[in-house]
C-alpha cells in the first residue's frame, strides 16, 4: 500500500489552502459549477467525457432547455435524445441510451431522488466510478478524490509521484481537504487544466503549486500524458534562468545591463525589453528568488539575500 505523506511536503494544509485560494479568486465559470442539481451535474459530466468544456457549453444548454429535469428526460422518446446526440456531435450515442436510461431508474427506483453517494450513483446505468464521483462532489459535497488525466499530471509533475494508479489515488486521497470535495475536486482539475496542461503556464497562470512543486524546480515538465518535454528554447522557463544566473554571477544589474545577458536582443523600447524583462523578474521577485528596486529612476535587479 502506498504511503501517501512520502509524496507530500509536511505543510499539507498550506498546500490545501493555496490550492483552495487560487480556485476561488479566479476560475472558468462553466454553467454546471453554478448549480448543485445532480441531474444538470450528471449530463454535464456524462457530455464532457468525450468532448472539450467549452464545446460543452452550448450542448449542455440547449439538452436542459429541451429537458429541464430528470422527470422530463424520463419521459422523453430515447429516440429523440439520441438525435440530438448525434446532433451535437458528442461522442459514442450509447452515452445517450443510458442517460436516458438513468433518469428512469432514478424515477422508478428512487422515488425521483438521486442518490448521494459514489456507490449509489454507480447503480444507475452507465454511471462509472469517475462519473460517480463528480457527480457526488459537485451536487452532494459528498465525494472522495477526483483522479483523472489533468489530476495525474499534477501531481506528477508536482510532488514527483509515480506513474502508478494506487499511487495516484492514495496521494489523492490525502489531499483531499474533509467535507471539501466540491470545492477540492474543482480546484485540482481547475489547476491541471489552467496551470499545469500538456505546455505548463506557471507563471501565467499564478499556479499556487510553485513553492512545493519538484517540476517547477528541476524543471522537468514530463508526465503520463506528456512523454517528452515541451519545447524549453526560448521559452519563459529558459529565460527566468538565465536571469537567476546572471544575477548570480553579477549580483546587481540595471534592467539594461541584465537584459542582454539574458536575450541579445534585447532593446530597451522594443518586444523583448525593460517591460518584458519587468514581468520575467516580478514573477521571480514573487517566487522569493530576486529583489527589484522599482523606485528609482534606474530599477537594479539582485539575488534575495
Wanted: hydrophobic residues 35%; contains cysteine; aromatic residues 10%.
Amino acid at each position: 500500500m502506498t504511503d501517501a505523506a512520502e509524496y507530500l511536503p509536511e505543510d499539507t494544509d498550506a498546500v490545501q489552502s493555496a490550492l483552495v485560494e487560487w480556485y476561488e479568486a479566479d476560475h472558468r465559470e462553466y454553467p454546471w459549477r453554478q448549480t448543485e442539481d445532480p441531474y444538470e451535474i450528471l449530463v454535464s459530466e456524462v457530455m464532457s467525457q468525450q468532448t472539450q468544456l467549452d464545446r460543452v457549453v452550448a450542448a449542455w444548454t440547449d439538452f436542459l432547455e429541451e429537458w429541464p429535469t430528470v422527470e422530463a428526460l424520463a419521459a422523453a422518446d430515447r429516440a429523440d435524445v439520441v438525435g440530438f446526440w448525434t446532433d451535437h456531435s458528442l461522442g459514442y450515442n450509447n452515452r445517450a441510451k443510458y442517460l436516458h436510461e438513468a433518469a428512469n431508474e432514478v424515477l422508478e427506483e428512487h422515488d425521483g431522488e438521486f442518490p448521494e453517494t459514489p456507490e449509489g450513483l454507480q447503480e444507475l446505468m452507465g454511471v462509472g466510478p469517475y462519473t460517480a464521483n463528480a457527480v457526488a462532489s459537485f451536487a452532494f459535497n459528498d465525494g472522495d478524490a477526483v483522479v483523472d488525466t489533468n489530476v495525474k499530471r499534477v501531481l506528477y509533475r508536482a510532488f514527483d509521484v509515480p506513474d502508478d494508479d494506487d499511487a495516484f489515488g492514495a496521494v489523492a486521497s490525502r489531499l483531499l481537504p474533509d467535507g471539501q470535495s466540491r470545492v477540492w475536486n474543482n480546484a485540482i482539475m481547475e489547476l491541471g487544466g489552467v496551470a499545469c496542461g500538456k505546455t505548463p503556464r506557471c507563471e501565467e497562470a499564478g499556479c499556487p503549486w510553485r513553492a512545493w512543486c519538484h517540476a517547477y524546480e528541476s524543471g522537468d515538465f514530463t508526465a503520463p500524458d506528456v512523454p517528452t518535454q515541451p519545447e524549453f528554447e526560448g521559452s519563459r522557463r529558459q529565460m527566468r534562468g538565465r536571469v537567476v544566473a546572471t544575477l548570480r554571477e553579477f549580483d546587481e544589474l540595471t534592467l539594461d545591463e541584465l537584459g542582454p545577458r539574458v536575450r541579445v536582443d534585447y532593446t530597451p523600447d522594443g518586444e523583448y525589453g525593460r517591460e518584458w524583462l519587468r514581468g520575467l523578474l516580478k514573477d521571480l521577485e514573487a517566487d522569493g528568488l530576486v529583489e527589484l528596486d522599482d523606485e528609482d529612476e534606474t530599477p537594479v535587479a539582485g539575488l534575495r539575500k
